[in-house]
């Protein structure tokens, strides 16, 4: 039947109906269509605006019920920069709403200002996700408005009178600007205005009192700005407030009990300030979300605090409160954070029993006493249980392995001891599995090579005996496997060629030769195969791993035999061993016959903690993991930071930064081109970090000054879509570039992590392609994307994907590659049009571009099931035509 053989007749419709649509009977006035059309020539594609059709049928153009007036007009999206065309909009006199959010307007003309007041209906305005610099402008007239959005641009100054004339203001949301001076208490009307979203950025002083006269206020968001002083004491005259967010700020102060009289609020948030004193007793009476974390609130934590029934999620981690953990938990409680507090007594065992839905549990870093609560067994839903850092004793309770839907577990530094039971291997779910620095004893359970899932293995520093199992190959997701400082025994078995950021096998008994089949970690960092009984030579295929920058031989008195010639950037430690170095003088990092492990520890120092028993018995735990960390860090010869805002300025650190990607464990992921890293600032604020992998010709830092120069330009990509750098680094060969940090991880993660129903998954997809467009329609440079793929594309929301691993063109050096450019178009996901044939003499079509994006999006075969594959198809190619409406024709022959 020829190529058209497969496409269903259901995608052919939607096609016709989508592209042929019949003409919408227009009873616009002539005035209104001479102006659309006037307005459309103003308009630079890919606005899809065709004056052939009538305005109501265009994109964007809400128009009343018999299509006799235009109501309103949308502009999202469309990389619009020149603001000319906006005093043109103000001559539709019927227009309620106008939204030209995320695009690149740097200023809004007088014309507008002046003319759209005198419009009477105009209900909503919609600046946000732009470039608007300067001071706010003075909205006169606006009568009718009632919708101010301005969030997310770069306005500055202070706020005086400029919004007093919008007598009929509900909603003004000015977040994520350049603000500054006090708080604005003149908002129009005060018995109107309900949601006051002020967050990200500089206002100071104190929270004004005269704010408090806006009685029907539902929503107040100070967040992440520079606040100082106390919540007013008679906040409670906000009856009405239903949202109150006060977090990360500089308040202190006691929390005021007047809060208690606010029966509508259900969220309190007033983390990352410094208040101190006691939590009120019965806050959360009427609250569905607490958040107190990282303040200075001391003493116990009322009993009632979980026991409301409409309790939904409490934060008091990392403060000083002291006690213990309450005993009644709200039956819908979701998420509860107690670490980094000085809790005692036991977790209490009963506590569980009717808490369902409990689906995140902190309790780590405090003094917790007794055993783990086998009552956890009927928290079905729990995917996140840390509770590392304390003194639990006794056994890990086989019924954990109950909880299948558990996606991270960290029992570290505790006191455990038994055997780690089979049942673990039940959790398919769990991407982290932490039991180290504890006494468990046994060997490892086959059963946990199961866990297919698993990214990060840690059970360091136990009395785990017997031989590693064998089936350790299975755990294709691996990242880290950490088995060091244990009593295993026998040889090496293959690994997980997954492996990444380390492979510690230190401190055991492992005896045999080093494993060849090394070699297939490629991607792994740091091997530590010190103080064991290895013996013979180092195989030569090991110089062959390409991402190695550590071999930790120290103390194998059974190797022999020459050092063979590593990469400069690899450091071989091979003191205690018979190994001979004979590299020539231009692989100088090998050449460290005397050098000690920074991974290991220390004969010397083993004695002296063996001799100061009390020092053993005090901070031996503290101390093992200090050494165990490598304290290399890189060193870095310009830094900058990118962002405009002030909140970032303030809490990124680029010492702690550079401490974190020393670190290895604090990989998030690794991709062939660059390594993601988290980070935790001074403030408590987290943030990623991407070390660029220029190991790879691809990448050449080249001029320090050209590469600054294009990440400032690259961060000033302003999409919701599109992950932009806040700041960067560069050392003399590496460059590291700081993101905002997005707890939810991956589109992978979530794919592979729970079901999607259909909706999120083309929620996510239509997010994907709006990022991608954008990126097509950057104007100052091409943007060429590495490694596009599930794992790339980080999750904000099942709302807000961001595209990640974008580089400006002129950084990447395609025709440096390694290999042949043919090679690199293999690994590399995605390229923008043109730059294949432009650098490979190869012609690519559009249509294969098309659907090359449309797989990679999502990456179908990663999906559980596929029973609406053609469906989602559909959509998609709807959704590209939306953004690629040129390419149509080309994606349809498919």
């Given at each position: ?77 469309y990389s619009l920069s020149a603001s ?27 014309g507008f200002i002046t003319e759209c ?303 780690i039971p089979i049942e673990i291997g ?469």
């Amino acid at each position: 039947m020829g190529r058209f053989e497969y496409i269903p007749t259901s995608f052919l419709s939607i096609l016709f109906i989508f592209c042929f649509c019949p003409m919408v009977l227009s009873l616009l006035s002539q005035n209104q269509t001479k102006t659309m059309i006037n307005l459309s020539k103003n308009l630079p594609p890919p606005v899809p605006w065709n004056a052939s059709y009538p305005p109501c049928s265009w994109m964007g153009v809400d128009c009343d019920p018999t299509n006799s007036s235009i109501v309103g007009i949308s502009l999202i999206r469309y990389s619009l920069s020149a603001s000319d065309f906006l005093p043109l909009v103000c001559k539709i006199q019927t227009l309620e709403h106008f939204d030209v959010s995320n695009n690149r307007l740097s200023s809004i003309p007088d014309g507008f200002i002046t003319e759209c007041g005198k419009i009477k209906g105009l209900k909503k305005l919609n600046f946000s996700g732009n470039m608007l610099g300067g001071d706010l402008p003075s909205f006169h007239g606006f009568d009718a408005l009632e919708s101010l959005d301005m969030s997310l641009n770069y306005l500055e100054g202070s706020i005086g009178i400029q919004l007093d004339g919008l007598v009929s203001l509900k909603s003004l949301n000015l977040t994520s600007n350049n603000f500054g001076g006090s708080i604005p208490t003149k908002l129009g009307n005060s018995t109107v205005l309900e949601h006051l979203v002020l967050s990200v950025n500089h206002f100071g002083g104190k929270i004004p009192d005269e704010l408090l006269s806006y009685e029907n206020l539902t929503e107040v968001d100070f967040r992440a700005n520079l606040l100082s002083g106390f919540i007013p004491s008679n906040i409670g005259k906000l009856s009405n407030l239903e949202s109150l967010v006060l977090s990360s700020n500089n308040l202190t102060g006691e929390i005021p009990a007047s809060l208690l009289n606010l029966t509508k609020l259900s969220r309190f948030a007033a983390n990352q300030n410094n208040f101190i004193g006691p939590v009120p007793p019965g806050i959360t009476n009427h609250l569905t979300s607490l958040d107190l974390s990282f303040n200075k609130l001391s003493g116990p934590i009322p009993e009632d605090l979980l026991s409301p029934s409409q309790l939904q999620a409490v934060d008091l981690s990392n403060n000083m409160l002291n006690g213990s953990v309450p005993t009644k938990f709200s039956p819908n409680l979701f998420r509860l954070r107690f670490g980094s507090n000085h809790l005692s007594g036991n977790i209490p065992p009963g506590a569980f029993a009717a808490v369902p839905n409990l689906t995140y549990l902190e309790l780590d870093n405090n003094d917790l006493t007794g055993t783990i609560p086998a009552e956890l067994d009927s928290c079905r839903k729990l995917a996140l249980l840390n509770l590392a850092q304390n003194h639990l004793t006794g056994v890990l309770p086989p019924l954990l392995g109950n909880l299948t839907n558990l996606q991270v577990l960290r029992l570290q530094m505790n006191e455990l001891n038994g055997t780690i039971p089979i049942e673990i291997g039940q959790l398919h779910k769990l991407s982290i599995l932490n039991l180290s620095w504890n006494s468990l004893g046994g060997s490892i359970p086959s059963e946990i090579t199961n866990l297919s899932s698993l990214n990060f293995l840690n059970m360091q520093s136990n009395n785990l005996s017997g031989s590693i199992p064998t089936s350790i190959e299975n755990l294709k997701l691996l990242i880290e496997l950490q088995l060091g400082e244990n009593q295993l025994s026998g040889v090496i078995p293959i690994m997980p060629r997954s492996l990444q950021a380390s492979l510690n096998l230190s401190s055991n008994h492992l005896s045999g030769n080093i494993p060849s089949s090394f070699d297939i970690l490629d991607g792994l960092e740091v091997l530590d195969l010190s103080n064991n009984k290895l013996s013979g030579p180092i195989p030569k295929e090991l110089t062959g791993m390409s991402s190695l920058t550590q071999l930790l031989l120290s103390n194998n008195a059974l190797l022999s035999g020459e050092i063979p010639k590593f990469s400069q950037h690899v450091e071989v430690v091979y003191s205690g061993t018979g190994l001979i170095n004979n590299t020539s003088p231009d692989n100088p990092i090998a050449n460290r016959p005397n050098t000690v492990s920074r991974n290991g520890i220390s004969v010397a120092v083993a004695v002296l903690i063996a001799i100061v028993a009390a020092f053993v018995l005090v901070g031996l735990p503290t101390l093992l993991v200090v050494s165990r960390k490598n304290c290399w860090q890189p060193q870095f010869i310009e830094s900058n930071l990118l962002t405009p805002n002030a909140i970032h300025k303030s809490r990124i650190h680029f010492g702690k930064a550079m401490e974190a990607v020393a670190d290895t464990s604090n990989v998030t992921l690794k991709t062939r081109f660059s390594t993601y890293y988290t980070a935790i600032m001074p403030s408590g604020s987290i943030y990623f970090i991407k070390k660029l992998n220029c190991s790879n010709k691809i990448l050449p830092l080249g001029s320090h000054d050209k590469f600054g120069k294009a990440l400032e330009v690259y961060a000033k990509l302003n999409n919701s879509n599109v992950m932009t750098p806040l700041a960067y680094a560069l050392s003399i060969d590496t460059a590291y570039i700081l993101y905002e940090y997005i707890s939810n991880g991956s589109l992978y993660d979530v794919l592979h992590g729970s079901m999607l129903d259909w909706g999120s998954r083309y929620t996510i997809a239509v997010g994907v392609a709006q990022g991608l467009s954008f990126l097509h329609g950057f104007a100052s440079s091409p943007i060429l994307l590495l490694d596009l793929s599930s794992k790339s594309i980080m999750l904000k929301s099942l709302k807000e994907p961001q595209v990640g691993d974008v580089e400006l063109y002129h950084v990447i050096n395609p025709l440096k590659s390694t290999g042949n450019f043919s090679e690199v178009v293999g690994s590399v996901g995605y390229i923008p049009p043109g730059t294949i044939t432009r650098y490979s003499g190869q012609c690519f079509p559009i249509l294969r571009e098309l659907w090359g994006e449309a797989m990679l999006l999502i990456k179908w075969h990663e999906f559980p099931d596929c029973k609406n594959y053609w469906e989602l198809m559909i959509s998609l190619q709807v959704t590209f035509a939306t953004f690629h409406l040129d390419r149509l024709v080309a994606g349809l022959v498919l």
